[in-house]
């Protein structure tokens, strides 16, 4: 040790005894302390990384899981277009734009459609970047929806002249996340592109 | 100074304690994510093992292909086929000791199908006579299939409902029962009518021509032909030596060999009751026949009169049907014509079949159409010509426009000249193709109730349940 340190000790005779006294120079508590500060900083800044990371990945789950519950569920509507009685004339898609599907399905076959589940419109609202199904919002903070038709003779459009000629439906989804990924300093994209062929469109 | 130390730890301690609680909720939330991830797999998976198990139900429902499943009772309400395992099979309603109930083993383990004959409200069993469902018995049942598919846990059922065809007599865009010959530089393709216009060359390449002969050089090719198809020889015929290529000929399906030859049995005239008879002798004007049966010794059109069809008209000829210099028959919207010739039909002039209205003859004599047609509809199975000779006959088509049509006249030898497409199909005992009009075969047709033998089945519904 660096320091030694001396003390008087009074008695019948004196003597002075010379008494060692652990203790630290302020240069060593400034290394010590200067150290700590480093470690600390380090192990401050691996938590702010995995707090970042944790964050980029639950933006990343979250809106993998929203968006593809979504899909499932356009999906599953639109496939079921043009179901309908024997005989019946009805044309499965109702209305078909770029950003805009009616989907008339008569599931309960009597021959006409009723209800929010025969007739299913989706819909992009691109001011508040919303997807909606019949009026509702079903998903935020949406990008692009996107349909394009594959028609009965195999070109595609995104504007069917004849909505009885349309066969397959190819849709394209893509959702930012719901914040601002903290590893990137930017919104997270997501595109998710399918081919819908209803079954009944062609019967 | 001790002090510092435990500060230092006690941070640290703090910093690891909370970044194994992120490292766990990361694990958990990844744990959740995969969870869900492999669920959605395991749902399409199931979903693509039940519409396999659809496909394989329609498959084996058609006779004459491998692990067929017979329907033996057409008529029978209660007759049931299961496809898959015993217990899969059971939890579809398979009973082993009711002897209406048919087991098979599916060809994929992942699915189990059930098939059944659609009924009414009194349980009689249903036929689709090819505009709406009918109790009249017919070869062309209607069945329900219950298809569940499933992979792990997850489990999806579709239902389907499936009529049955008959084979259709149209069933080539060319077929000469002895003999086909094409000249010129001509192509035959397909499209499908039910789906719109005819799109564009070889667009679809089921064009395909054929013949029963097994002989040498009978179906022979010359000039600059394309056969967006194939080209078809008689059973145990050997296609290089029926057939004679000569020039640029392209055929994109190859050359195959029938494996059993194409049934060339005639249709018969429709039998009629009681006939009021008429006399159709126009030289200018018009005559109007309204629904019902007429009968007429002949029938004689000159100049321009036209002859009008409203409602179902059938007229039968014993004599000859002609029209000379530019009549017009004009079925109208809705109307049916069935016209019965005896003797030759000559047709000059215009012949107009509307929207909806469709104008079948059936002839035992010559038939030579000269003139040009409007089909409002473009639809090849609205105007049918029928060759009912049982020895021979001629069929000459000369039209001056496109023609949307078919032909199937087994004894007769048909031949074009004609410069203009046609779009059907052309049965004959003989087929010459001289002029350069190109067959674009109407694979509508093909599904055409001609009441021949049972074919495909073609689905009519689709739903997914769960």
């Keep these: 040790m660096g320091f030694q340190g001396y003390q008087l000790i009074a008695g019948s005779r004196r003597e002075i005894i010379m ?15 200067l150290v700590t500060m480093i470690l600390l900083g380090s192990l401050f800044g691996f938590y702010v990384s995995q707090i970042h990371s944790f964050r980029s990945q639950e933006l990343t789950i979250n809106t993998l899981q929203n968006s593809r519950i979504v899909m499932s569920v356009m999906t599953k509507d639109i496939r079921m277009a043009g179901y309908k009685p024997s005989g019946s004339s009805m044309v499965g898609v109702a209305q078909a734009t770029p950003a805009t599907l009616q989907i008339l399905s008569d599931k309960n076959l009597d021959g006409s459609i009723s209800g929010a589940s025969e007739d299913v419109i989706y819909s992009f609202d691109v001011n508040t970047h919303t997807v909606s199904r019949n009026g509702i919002p079903l998903l935020d903070n949406v990008e692009l929806l996107s349909f394009v038709y594959t028609l009965d003779d195999g070109s595609t459009t995104q504007t069917p002249g004849n909505l009885s000629k349309i ?10 996340s719901s914040d601002i990924d903290p590893l990137t300093k930017d919104y997270k994209r997501y595109e998710f592109i399918t081919d819908i062929t209803p079954r009944n469109l062609p019967l | 100074m001790r002090t510092d130390k435990g500060f230092t730890l006690v941070v640290v301690l703090l910093v690891v304690a909370m970044i194994s609680i992120l490292i766990g909720l990361s694990s958990a939330m990844l744990d959740k994510d995969l969870r869900l991830a492999s669920n959605d797999r395991f749902t399409k998976q199931a979903f693509i093992a039940a519409e396999n198990g659809v496909e394989e139900a329609r498959g084996r429902l058609q006779a004459g292909t ?10 029978d309400p209660d007759w049931k086929a299961f496809m898959g395992t015993q217990s899969k099979c059971q939890e579809l309603g398979y009973d082993s000791s009711n002897p ?45 299939i219950t298809s569940n598919g499933w992979n792990s846990t997850v489990s999806k059922t579709i239902r389907a409902e499936f009529r049955r065809t008959s084979i259709s007599v149209f069933d080539y865009a060319l077929f000469g029962g002895t003999r086909l010959t094409m000249n010129g530089a001509v192509y035959t393709d397909s499209y499908n009518s039910k789906n719109g216009a005819w799109p564009s060359r070889g667009f679809y390449k089921n064009g395909n021509i054929g013949t029963n002969s097994t002989a040498s050089k009978t179906l022979t090719l010359t000039g600059t032909e394309t056969i967006y198809g194939s080209v078809a020889v008689g059973p145990g015929g050997n296609p290089a030596v029926v ?14 060999v029938e494996v059993n030859a194409k049934d060339m049995t005639p249709q018969s005239a429709p039998v009629v009751g009681t006939a009021t008879p008429v006399t159709i002798n126009l030289n200018s004007g018009g005559q109007t026949l309204t629904g019902g049966v007429y009968s007429a010794s002949s029938v004689m059109m000159n100049g321009s009169p036209t002859l009008t069809i409203s409602g179902n008209v059938t007229l039968v000829v014993s004599g000859n049907f002609t029209m000379n210099g530019t009549p017009i028959v004009d079925v109208t919207p809705g109307s049916s014509f069935t016209l019965i010739v005896n003797g030759s039909t000559l047709f000059n002039g215009s012949t ?3 929207d909806s209205a469709t104008f079948n003859l059936y002839a035992n004599g010559n038939v030579t159409l000269n003139g040009n047609q409007t089909a409002t509809n473009q639809d090849p199975s609205k105007f049918l010509v029928w060759g009912t000779n049982p020895t021979s006959q001629n069929i000459t088509l000369n039209g001056s426009s496109q023609i949307y049509g078919a032909v199937y006249a087994p004894n007769a030898a048909i031949t074009f000249n004609g410069n203009q497409d046609l779009f059907g199909s052309y049965i004959g005992k003989t087929i010459l193709v001289n002029g350069l009009g190109n067959i674009h075969y109407d694979e509508a047709l093909g599904l055409l109730n001609t009441g021949g033998l049972p074919g495909p089945c073609v689905m009519s519904k689709w739903t997914e349940s769960n």
Aim: aromatic share 8%; hydrophobic share 40%; charged share 20%.
């Design chain 1, 19 to 33: 008494k060692k006294q652990a203790g630290f120079t302020l240069v060593e508590l400034s290394i010590v302390l």
């Design chain 1, 167 to 176: 066969r397959k439906i190819n849709l394209t989804l893509r959702v930012l």
């Design chain 2, 66 to 75: 491998s692990n067929t499943v017979p329907d033996a009772t057409p008529g």
């Design chain 2, 100 to 144: 209406k109930h048919f087991r098979y083993d599916a060809l994929n383990a992942n699915f189990a199908v059930r098939v059944s004959h659609k009924v009414d409200a009194s349980s009689k069993v249903l036929y689709w006579n090819g505009a709406a469902e009918s109790t009249t018995p017919s070869s062309r049942n209607i069945y329900l």
């Design chain 2, 243 to 256: 057939e004679s290529l000569t020039g640029s000929i392209n055929i994109t399906g190859g050359s195959i």
């Design chain 2, 352 to 354: 107009k079949i509307q």
